[in-house]
């Protein structure tokens, strides 16, 4: 870890107490030391602000709280703490500021308020205590703080003051309703902002965010190969929260996942647009209110609660054993965001409830039969990690228990009034019961905290994603320990989970280029209306349909079926003939039969293969977005070639053990490997590996070859964002 020479004052009151209080690391009393010196030394404003850039529910909050203790021992007087637009948000805030700085406050050191509380008559007295304000950003509290500075109380505009703009990013305006109106609010309230920031006489300025690509909109650009190369927002400074062991976001979810021998592999459960249909609203030709765990149209939902309820059955089971105090559970359904739709899905989980009681009271041969289909599927991953196993009899006693005893609870949260009214003394939604199934929209992403999160059923329309969307949404992300995400589990559909991987994958690659330091920009590029590719605006990209291009990155249709044999065997074997007739023209084969063919030849190879295959629902490949690519990867070459490696008599099967998709046609083992050959060769040339399977019928295939095509990037390329889709 590097050193700095510090200039500040370490042992006052408010740093002292928060160390003792919150037992910091040695990693994030350098980032607090760090940024405070930053703020002391450096000039800052809203425009070149200071930068805390952290990952969704990481740490962030707990960091800038440490950063405000030692702002006030190093002469700041106020903290203005600026907050995302929800009351709920508000009152979780000064519900942490009153515990975090409760020592502080009691030995009147201190004080907290809400700038829409402030009273009208504090005393000198008062307001020469360190203050904490607390204003959403919003134009009546703007209006609120502005007249606190300049009219009420005209001393403290002389004082020495610190704004923390949490949550700062282009979260705040929604693409979802009115995003015109959204934008001119916006502008309002940071013009508002910059008025106030220009006429107090000493302060700072911090941004607090988790999306690296909020610093990539108002961009410096440059040409690089006629290409426009983005590079984030220079703040003033950038601090880096330390990521704690205990962290748990996309790398679980979207990386990690992909290993069969890690409890991530289990976390992902498909489900069907069938299913989000079935949840919109009351509707009995589709949803019967009798005996609902026998409907298929229930199937998915049936299996989510059921496993949400034996998950945590399990868990403090082993709680027990261990002599450890048993925890509280929660699960989320977020699909709609309507209120009618939050009733019915309320309504639909009761009776989902009230079946499984009834079952269970009668010792019902299909309650056992859920029980043990959910315990075989959570003890699977339950046995990755090192823990205590309870025997299927044990978890049939614990979950009948929470039945019959009522030991879950379900909540509908979609107004300002409901989180309010569900919030604890520490500003999360409380946990009444052992296991608590909140229902709600929009409400629920707002930077609530939801504590032992092990449910997530989500279903919010893909269409509408943008960057702060899948984020925010993703309250699984966190602290979490490893034995509660083996009973965890992530329900929404194929395309969703698609979209959510694709800007996981956008937003590491932009983490990781802005950590490198700002000379490593990002290129964003797109294909105009004649067909070309072109530089792309950040601003404009809409998040759904994007692709994060980076070296050696594998690019693959996953989810079909082949063609009938009737249809597709001439064609199957007119691209076998046309690779021969390549190889043989070819300007250069290596050893290991990797040969160049133009990119012209290998589209319309790729354009046969793309009839022989039909995607399943939740799926596809997009051939359109395929040549882009193509295109993109090989625009720099003086030459537009593709390198090509064949591999024959391949004998994968469709759907692996857990039901999913093949997704791995390529190998990287031996020499000859095709994987390990496309990395040794795609170094200024992109690889398209042509892999023919036998597709056999015992392997879940028609009995008939077919070729299955992946993509490798090439090693010598910018990490690259290409947008199929911008925002009109």
């Known amino acids: 870890m590097k050193t700095t020479q510090l200039s500040l004052e370490t042992k006052g009151i408010f740093y002292n107490f928060l160390k003792g209080k919150n037992n910091y690391g040695n990693e994030y009393l350098y980032c607090i030391e760090n940024t405070v010196e930053n703020l002391v030394q450096q000039q800052t404003s809203a425009n070149k602000p200071g930068m805390l850039l952290g990952k969704i529910q990481s740490g962030k909050t707990r960091t800038f709280l440490g950063i405000m203790g030692l702002a006030y021992d190093n002469g700041y007087d106020v903290v203005i703490i600026l907050t995302k637009g929800t009351k709920a948000l508000v009152k979780q805030t000064i519900a942490r500021l009153n515990q975090e700085f409760d020592g502080m406050i009691v030995r009147d050191k201190m004080r907290v308020y809400d700038i829409m509380s402030l009273p009208s008559n504090l005393s000198k007295w008062e307001l020469n205590k360190k203050l904490a304000i607390v204003v959403k950003k919003e134009t009546r509290n703007m209006d609120r703080i502005s007249d606190a500075l300049f009219e009420t109380y005209p001393n403290l505009k002389n004082k020495n003051i610190l704004f923390i703009d949490d949550e700062a990013d282009f979260a705040s305006v929604s693409y979802e309703n009115n995003s015109e109106k959204n934008i001119i609010e916006m502008k309002v309230i940071a013009s508002k902002l910059d008025n106030i920031r220009a006429n107090?006489?000493?302060?700072?300025?911090?941004?607090?965010?988790?999306?690296?690509?909020?610093?990539?909109?108002?961009?410096?650009?440059?040409?690089?190969?006629?290409?426009?190369?983005?590079?984030?927002?220079?703040?003033?400074?950038?601090?880096?929260?330390?990521?704690?062991?205990?962290?748990?976001?996309?790398?679980?979810?979207?990386?990690?996942?992909?290993?069969?021998?890690?409890?991530?592999?289990?976390?992902?459960?498909?489900?069907?647009?069938?299913?989000?249909?079935?949840?919109?609203?009351?509707?009995?030709?589709?949803?019967?209110?009798?005996?609902?765990?026998?409907?298929?149209?229930?199937?998915?939902?049936?299996?989510?609660?059921?496993?949400f309820i034996v998950g945590s059955c399990i868990r403090r089971w082993q709680q027990r054993y261990l002599n450890e105090d048993e925890e509280k559970y929660s699960m989320v359904v977020h699909t709609e965001r309507g209120k009618g739709a939050h009733d019915w899905q309320q309504q639909l989980i009761k009776l989902i409830l009230e079946d499984l009681v009834k079952l269970a009271e009668e010792k019902n041969d299909l309650f056992i039969e859920w029980i043990?289909?959910?315990?075989?599927?959570?003890?699977?991953?339950?046995?990755?990690?090192?823990?205590?196993?309870?025997?299927?009899?044990?978890?049939?006693?614990?979950?009948?228990?929470?039945?019959?005893?009522?030991?879950i609870v379900v909540s509908t949260v979609?107004?300002?009034?409901?989180?309010?009214?569900?919030?604890?003394?520490?500003?999360?939604?409380?946990?009444?019961?052992?296991?608590n199934i909140f229902i709600g929209g929009q409400i629920l992403d707002r930077g609530v905290t939801i504590g032992n999160l092990t449910g997530f059923f989500y279903g919010r329309n893909p269409k509408s994603f943008q960057q702060d969307?899948?984020?925010?949404?993703?309250?699984?992300?966190?602290?979490?320990?490893?034995?509660?995400?083996?009973?965890?589990?992530?329900?929404?559909?194929?395309?969703?989970?698609?979209?959510?991987?694709?800007?996981?994958?956008?937003?590491?690659?932009?983490?990781?280029?802005?950590?490198?330091?700002?000379?490593?920009?990002?290129?964003?590029?797109?294909?105009?209306?004649?067909?070309?590719?072109?530089?792309?605006?950040?601003?404009k990209i809409l998040l759904s349909n994007l692709v994060t291009l980076k070296p050696h990155k594998r690019i693959l249709p996953v989810g079909f079926q082949s063609g009938y044999k009737s249809y597709i065997s001439k064609k199957v074997e007119m691209v076998s003939k046309v690779i021969q007739e390549l190889k043989q023209f070819s300007p250069q084969v290596m050893d290991d039969d990797a040969f160049l063919a133009p990119v012209s030849k290998v589209k319309k190879i790729l354009s046969v293969i793309h009839e022989t295959l039909v995607m399943e629902d939740g799926y596809e490949w997009d051939l359109d977005e395929y040549f882009s690519i193509l295109d993109y990867l090989t625009l720099d070459s003086k030459e537009n070639f593709v390198w090509i490696i064949v591999r024959e008599g391949r004998n994968i099967t469709r759907i692996d053990s857990e039901g999913r998709f093949e997704n791995s046609p390529d190998t990287p083992k031996g020499e000859k490997g095709e994987l390990k050959v496309a990395r040794k060769v795609a170094i200024d040339h992109p690889a398209v590996m042509l892999l023919k399977q036998n597709g056999d019928a015992d392997k879940g295939w028609r009995d008939t070859p077919f070729w299955w095509p992946v993509m490798l990037a090439q090693s010598n390329i910018e990490t690259t964002i290409y947008a199929k889709e911008t925002i009109k």
């Open 200 to 307: 107090v006489s000493k302060g700072s300025f911090l941004q607090v965010t988790a999306t690296p690509y909020s610093l990539y909109l108002q961009p410096e650009e440059r040409e690089i190969n006629d290409f426009l190369k983005f590079e984030p927002v220079r703040p003033a400074f950038t601090e880096l929260v330390p990521i704690h062991d205990k962290y748990v976001g996309g790398d679980l979810y979207f990386d990690e996942s992909k290993n069969e021998d890690s409890p991530a592999y289990y976390l992902y459960r498909e489900i069907t647009d069938n299913d989000l249909d079935v949840m919109k609203k009351m509707d009995l030709r589709r949803v019967r209110k009798v005996n609902l765990l026998t409907q298929n149209n229930l199937y998915n939902l049936n299996q989510a609660v059921i496993n």
């Open 414 to 435: 979609n107004s300002d009034k409901d989180v309010e009214e569900l919030l604890d003394s520490n500003g999360q939604l409380q946990l009444r019961t052992p296991m």
């Open 372 to 407: 043990e289909q959910s315990y075989s599927h959570l003890m699977k991953s339950v046995r990755l990690v090192q823990t205590p196993e309870p025997s299927f009899y044990e978890v049939l006693r614990e979950v009948n228990d929470a039945l019959i005893q009522e030991m």
């Open 469 to 539: 969307t899948v984020l925010q949404h993703s309250r699984m992300y966190g602290a979490r320990s490893m034995e509660d995400i083996a009973v965890t589990r992530f329900y929404t559909t194929r395309k969703i989970y698609n979209i959510m991987e694709r800007i996981h994958e956008f937003d590491t690659e932009l983490r990781e280029a802005f950590e490198k330091g700002h000379n490593q920009g990002v290129v964003f590029v797109q294909k105009d209306t004649s067909n070309k590719i072109v530089p792309c605006s950040p601003n």
